[in-house]
């Protein structure tokens, strides 16, 4: 009986899926909104924070 072998593909290390872990410290009355909209729209708390940091990054404007 030929029984083809196993193929285990290597999984790529961690950071090099274009998206970087880190913590922050944000208030507990901004974590209560941000869970109300996630709760309102379906979204994830995680989603929510990348969309809303993408959008104030492309918003950003720097005043000397």
Do not use: W
């Not at 909104?33 to 959008?55: H, P, W, Y």
């Amino acid at each position: 009986m030929n029984i083809p072998p196993l193929l285990v593909k290597a999984k790529r290390p961690k950071g090099e899926d274009g998206y970087k872990v880190f913590s922050v410290r944000i208030k507990e009355e901004t974590v209560a909104k941000i869970d109300k909209i996630a709760q309102e729209t379906g979204r994830s708390r995680n989603e929510l924070i990348g969309t809303f940091l993408e959008f104030a990054a492309e918003h950003c404007r720097v005043e000397e």
